[in-house]
């Protein structure tokens, strides 16, 4: 069972229309972010034989700076960007070299703040956006969409893209979008709550109404609920200190464990949300959140390898080897499950032998607490190969990933079936 497509229709691109626009509060950080924005350094865009590809970062976490390094990764493996150029890139400079311009901008999780970079982004004439979340997926869609020469968008680390209505289906969507799905088995999901408490029947959920994911989120948990008699409780949040009280919320309404789902949006509330719930396990479906003290990640893991396959997708194109418009959004099912036994320890819970059976990775005793990722065993780094054999590698990636008119058509006719 994965959450069901919310389909929409996108009108013939004419023009360019304002932004969409995700969220409705200004606040005093956004405020000061939006100035450093407009104050970062440009690219020359003097030689127009040069790409310019905007990088455009939702945030910074331990988490979102493994797809980073990927991109990078990929991009100096390719010999788009040197050692030096990238040091200067990870100082918060743009580029302007001799094979690629790229605008490295970063929204500091603030949702003014994205529709600003996005806007200042094709402003400077991007050639490629690559953007990292389903806050700056979402906006960067919407901006694009009735552009009359539109920048090619490829998107990573986006829960949802068809709910979100970025897409409708893999192979139907705007010509001039692609990406990588961030994917999470939610049968499997649902499942883990089962090994720790067989009795398990009352779930609260904390959810991000500003998400443009949300109504596919709801309408997964009614099918959780349809499928299993269990009682679901939401409590919605779009900040830190919401999330506490959200977490209040669903302790006083008696649930035996709070979900929080796939996310891409700060990590700040997540040690309230944990204090607040002594006693009930907290889960998470990002297997990362175990370093910010969740008492259980199942689900997601890939940061490192979505930003490989993201930027797979942008050299291709940079190439003049993959045609975007037939190219598949990519998804890589896997699920993994994480276990903080120190946070069990503090809120009193005693992980089940059921559950720590299923663990890939495990906290106890402060080992891979707080940003250490690499020591709870993900992974960081491109395996050793030559450029000859990358690129073959990658080629034949791509390759699985073409939109034959067969698939399309059982696609159309998959969501118009959908939709009766």
């Given at each position: 069972m994965i959450f069901p497509a919310e389909t929409r229709t996108r009108a013939a691109a004419t023009g360019?229309?304002?932004?969409?626009?995700?969220?409705?509060?200004?606040?005093?950080?956004?405020?000061?972010?939006?100035?450093?924005?407009?104050?970062?350094?440009?690219?020359?865009?003097?030689?127009?034989?040069?790409?310019?590809?905007?990088?455009?970062?939702?945030?910074?976490?331990?988490?979102?700076?493994?797809?980073?390094?990927?991109?990078?990764?990929?991009?100096?493996?390719?010999?788009?960007?040197?050692?030096?150029?990238?040091?200067s890139l990870q100082g918060g400079n743009d580029l302007h070299g001799e094979k690629i311009n790229i605008l490295y901008r970063e929204a500091g999780f603030d949702l003014p703040t994205a529709n600003l970079m996005v806007e200042d982004a094709l402003d400077e004439g991007a050639d490629v956006l690559l953007t990292l979340s389903t806050e700056v997926g979402f906006i960067a869609a919407g901006a694009i969409s009735e552009m009359a020469n539109p920048p090619v968008?490829?998107?990573?680390?986006?829960?949802?893209?068809?709910?979100?209505?970025?897409?409708?289906?893999?192979?139907?969507k705007p010509d001039n979008i692609t990406g990588t799905e961030m994917f999470v088995d939610t049968e499997e999901w649902f499942a883990i709550p089962y090994k720790q408490n067989p009795d398990f029947a009352n779930l609260g959920v904390v959810l991000d109404p500003n998400s443009p994911s949300a109504s596919g989120y709801e309408a997964g948990l009614e099918q959780f609920v349809l499928a299993?008699?269990?009682?679901?409780?939401?409590?919605?949040?779009?900040?830190?200190?919401?999330?506490?009280?959200?977490?209040?919320?669903?302790?006083?309404?008696?649930?035996?464990?709070i979900f929080l789902p796939p996310r891409t949006s700060s990590p700040a509330g997540l040690p309230a949300v944990v204090t607040a719930s002594y006693g009930v396990p907290v889960y998470s479906a990002l297997v990362s959140d175990v370093i910010y003290g969740v008492t259980v990640g199942n689900g997601f893991e890939g940061w490192y390898r979505e930003g490989v396959i993201a930027a797979r997708m942008v050299?291709?194109?940079?190439?003049?080897?993959?045609?975007?418009?037939?190219?598949?959004?990519?998804?890589?099912?896997?699920?993994?499950?994480?276990?903080?036994?120190?946070?069990?320890?503090?809120?009193?819970?005693?992980?089940?032998?059921?559950?720590?059976?299923?663990?890939?990775?495990?906290?106890?005793?402060g080992q891979g607490a707080g940003a250490d990722l690499e020591s709870?065993?993900?992974?960081?780094?491109?395996?050793?190969?030559?450029?000859?054999?990358?690129?073959?590698?990658?080629?034949?990636f791509l390759d699985r990933l073409h939109c034959t008119p067969e698939m399309i058509a059982e696609q159309r006719a998959a969501l118009e079936a959908a939709g009766e």
């Amino acid at each position: 069972m994965i959450f069901p497509a919310e389909t929409r229709t996108r009108a013939a691109a004419t023009g360019r229309r304002p932004l969409a626009r995700v969220g409705t509060h200004m606040r005093s950080l956004g405020m000061l972010l939006l100035g450093l924005v407009l104050l970062l350094p440009t690219v020359a865009m003097a030689d127009d034989d040069v790409p310019t590809l905007a990088y455009l970062r939702f945030g910074n976490s331990p988490s979102f700076q493994l797809t980073d390094k990927a991109v990078l990764d990929m991009l100096e493996a390719y010999g788009y960007v040197s050692a030096d150029e990238r040091a200067s890139l990870q100082g918060g400079n743009d580029l302007h070299g001799e094979k690629i311009n790229i605008l490295y901008r970063e929204a500091g999780f603030d949702l003014p703040t994205a529709n600003l970079m996005v806007e200042d982004a094709l402003d400077e004439g991007a050639d490629v956006l690559l953007t990292l979340s389903t806050e700056v997926g979402f906006i960067a869609a919407g901006a694009i969409s009735e552009m009359a020469n539109p920048p090619v968008l490829v998107f990573a680390i986006v829960a949802l893209p068809y709910a979100a209505g970025i897409a409708e289906a893999p192979c139907i969507k705007p010509d001039n979008i692609t990406g990588t799905e961030m994917f999470v088995d939610t049968e499997e999901w649902f499942a883990i709550p089962y090994k720790q408490n067989p009795d398990f029947a009352n779930l609260g959920v904390v959810l991000d109404p500003n998400s443009p994911s949300a109504s596919g989120y709801e309408a997964g948990l009614e099918q959780f609920v349809l499928a299993t008699g269990a009682n679901v409780e939401i409590a919605t949040a779009t900040s830190a200190p919401e999330m506490a009280l959200a977490a209040d919320t669903l302790i006083d309404k008696g649930v035996d464990a709070i979900f929080l789902p796939p996310r891409t949006s700060s990590p700040a509330g997540l040690p309230a949300v944990v204090t607040a719930s002594y006693g009930v396990p907290v889960y998470s479906a990002l297997v990362s959140d175990v370093i910010y003290g969740v008492t259980v990640g199942n689900g997601f893991e890939g940061w490192y390898r979505e930003g490989v396959i993201a930027a797979r997708m942008v050299i291709g194109h940079l190439r003049g080897e993959l045609d975007i418009a037939r190219t598949s959004i990519a998804v890589t099912p896997s699920f993994k499950v994480a276990v903080n036994l120190d946070t069990a320890g503090s809120q009193g819970i005693i992980i089940s032998e059921a559950l720590l059976a299923e663990a890939d990775y495990v906290i106890e005793d402060g080992q891979g607490a707080g940003a250490d990722l690499e020591s709870l065993g993900f992974n960081l780094s491109l395996p050793e190969m030559t450029l000859e054999e990358r690129i073959a590698e990658d080629a034949a990636f791509l390759d699985r990933l073409h939109c034959t008119p067969e698939m399309i058509a059982e696609q159309r006719a998959a969501l118009e079936a959908a939709g009766e």
